[in-house]
C-alpha cells in the first residue's frame, strides 16, 4: 500500500490542467453499451475508477481502447450481459449497466454494488423505475436480475438520485414509446450524459427540467464526445490555493459549475476569474471566513465537496455548522482532521460545528473514503510539520496522480510505501 508524505505550509502557485468529470466518463462509458458503433470520448483522466469501469465493459466483450487522452468504446461483440462481483464491488457506478443491457439486450445480471462506504446506499429507486417500465426483477445470489421486455412509463422519484436518473435514462432511450421521467437529479454530469446520448441519436427533451421525455428509438449510433470537466477536482484545487494562500489557475475549469462552493470561497477574500483558458483561483491576500454550509443536489452545495470545505473552515475566522443532507455518514474524515488540531464537534445527526484554528500541526492520519481523504490531503498541504495520509487507494479512484498536479504547484508530497 501507498501513502503520501507531505509537509505543508507553502503557498501554492501555478498552473493546472483539470481534465473530464470522472462521475462523467463512468455513465458515458456505460452508455456506450447501447450502440454497436463506436463511442469516442475526449479529455479522459486514467483515475482507478475508469480502468475499473474500461475492465467490467471489457469482461462484456466490449472493446475499450485508449490513448493519453481519449477513450474508444466499442460494443459489437458483446458475450455475456452478466456484470460479475469483481468489478461492481469495487465501484458503484458498476451498477449503471444495469439500464443499458436490459434495454439493449432483453436479459441482464448485475452484482449489488460496492462503492465508498459513505452511508447505505441502497438501488430501490433503480429497481422500482425499471419495475415501473415494466422489468421482471429478481435478486438472486448477490445479483440483480433483469428480464424486459421494456414499456414507456411515466417514472417518478421520490428523492433525487444522480445514479438512478443515469439508469433510468440509459433504459428509456432504446425503450418504445415515450417515458417521462419526473425529479430527476440536474448534476451537470447527467446533462453531460444527455448530450452525448442525443449525439448518439435519442430522442430526449426537457434537458436541465424536473421533467425529461425521453422517445425511444429502435437503434443507437456511435459518436465522439468531449467530457465535461470535473467540478469536485476544480474545486479540490481551488480549495488548496486558499488554505496555502496560493494563486492557481486551472485549465479547462468552468466556474459555472461551481458557484455553489464560489460562493463559500469569495466572503474570504478569494478571487476567481472565469477566462478562455479556464478559472484562475487567486487567495493570496485571502482571510478565511466561517460560513454554514448544507450540502443539497445541484445547483445546491456538493457533497463531494463537503470534506473539501470541512478542512478550509478548520482554518478560518469563527464557527461554522456544516450540514451534510445527502449521506448519512460522510464525517469519517473529522476525527484524522481533529488529530491534526481542528475544533470541530457533532452538533446533532448529520451536522457539525467546526471552530476555525489558526493553524493545523502534521499527523499520521488515515484516507476511508475517496473525497474524506482528499480533504485530509488538504490539511496536510496547509498543516505546519510533516504528515502522512494512508489509504490513498481511496484517493486514486478519483484522482490521476494528484501528487504529480501539487507538485507542480510547488508542494512538497511524495507517494511513498506503506
Ligand atoms: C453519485 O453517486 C456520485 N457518484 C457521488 O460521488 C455523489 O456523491 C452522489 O452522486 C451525489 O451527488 C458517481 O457519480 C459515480 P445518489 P450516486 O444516488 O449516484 C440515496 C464521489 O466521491 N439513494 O445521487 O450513488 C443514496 O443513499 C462519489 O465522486 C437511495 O435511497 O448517489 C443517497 O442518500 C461518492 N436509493 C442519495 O440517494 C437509491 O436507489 C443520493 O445518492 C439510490 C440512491
Known amino acids: 500500500m501507498y501513502a503520501f508524505k507531505i509537509t505543508g505550509g507553502r503557498p501554492l502557485n501555478g498552473t493546472v490542467p483539470i481534465k473530464g468529470a470522472k462521475n462523467a466518463i463512468l ?6 453499451l447501447l450502440t454497436d458503433e463506436p463511442v469516442i470520448l475526449h ?71 460496492g462503492g465508498c462506504a459513505i452511508g447505505a446506499r441502497p438501488v430501490d429507486l433503480y429497481i422500482k423505475a425499471l419495475e415501473t417500465m415494466g422489468a421482471n426483477i ?31 435514462i440509459m433504459a428509456a432511450v432504446l425503450t ?15 446533462i453531460d450524459l444527455i448530450t452525448l446520448l442525443q449525439k448518439m441519436g435519442a430522442d430526449i427533451r426537457g434537458i436541465g427540467t424536473k421533467t425529461l421525455t425521453i422517445t425511444g428509438v429502435s437503434k443507437l449510433h456511435g459518436a465522439i464526445h468531449t467530457v465535461v470537466p470535473d467540478r469536485i477536482e476544480t474545486a479540490t484545487f481551488a480549495v488548496a490555493a486558499a488554505v496555502t494562500k496560493g494563486n492557481i ?48 443536489e445541484y445547483p445546491g452545495f456538493p457533497t463531494d465537496a463537503q470534506s473539501l470545505l470541512t478542512t478550509l473552515l478548520s482554518l478560518a475566522d469563527g464557527k461554522a455548522l456544516v450540514t451534510e443532507h445527502i449521506f448519512e455518514n460522510r464525517f469519517m474524515h473529522v476525527p484524522e482532521l481533529v488529530r491534526m488540531g481542528a475544533r470541530i464537534q457533532a452538533a446533532g445527526n448529520q451536522s457539525v460545528l467546526i471552530t476555525g484554528v ?34 490513498i487507494y481511496h484517493i486514486d479512484r478519483g484522482y490521476d496522480h494528484l501528487e504529480d498536479k501539487l507538485i507542480a504547484l510547488g508542494a512538497n508530497i511524495e507517494r511513498i510505501p506503506y
Not at 474500461?54 to 468504446?73: E, F, M, N, Q, R
Not at 418504445?176 to 447527467?190: F, R
Not at 502534521?362 to 502522512?388: C, F, K, P, Y
Open 27 to 32: 455513465p458515458l462509458m456505460a452508455a456506450a
Open 43 to 113: 479529455n479522459i483522466s486514467y483515475l482507478s475508477d475508469v480502468i475499473t469501469m474500461s475492465g467490467l465493459l471489457a469482461s462484456l466483450g466490449a472493446s475499450v481502447t485508449h490513448t493519453p487522452d481519449t477513450l474508444v468504446i466499442q460494443a459489437n461483440q458483446i458475450t455475456t450481459t452478466t456484470a460479475a462481483y469483481e468489478y461492481v464491488s469495487k465501484m458503484r457506478a458498476s451498477f449503471w449497466v444495469l439500464g443499458p443491457l436490459l434495454a439493449r439486450f432483453g436479459e441482464t445480471r448485475v452484482s449489488l454494488p
Open 138 to 168: 429478481t435478486i438472486e445470489n448477490g445479483y440483480v436480475h433483469a428480464r424486459g421486455p421494456l414499456h414507456a412509463a411515466d417514472v417518478f422519484f421520490p428523492k433525487i438520485s444522480v445514479g438512478a436518473t443515469h439508469n433510468t
Open 176 to 190: 418504445p414509446g415515450t417515458t417521462i421521467i419526473h425529479n430527476p437529479a440536474l448534476e451537470p454530469e447527467v
Open 249 to 296: 489557475m486551472m485549465t479547462g475549469a468552468r466556474l459555472d459549475l461551481l458557484e455553489a462552493v464560489a460562493d463559500t470561497l469569495r466572503p474570504s477574500g478569494i478571487i476567481l476569474t472565469q477566462t478562455d483558458q479556464g478559472l484562475r483561483v487567486d487567495a493570496t491576500h485571502a482571510v478565511l471566513k466561517s460560513i454554514p454550509i448544507t450540502t443539497a
Open 358 to 391: 489558526p493553524e493545523l500541526s502534521g499527523a499520521i492520519v488515515t484516507a476511508s473514503d475517496l473525497r474524506g481523504g482528499v480533504g485530509l490531503v488538504l490539511a496536510a498541504l496547509a498543516a505546519r510539520g510533516e504528515s502522512i495520509v494512508q489509504r
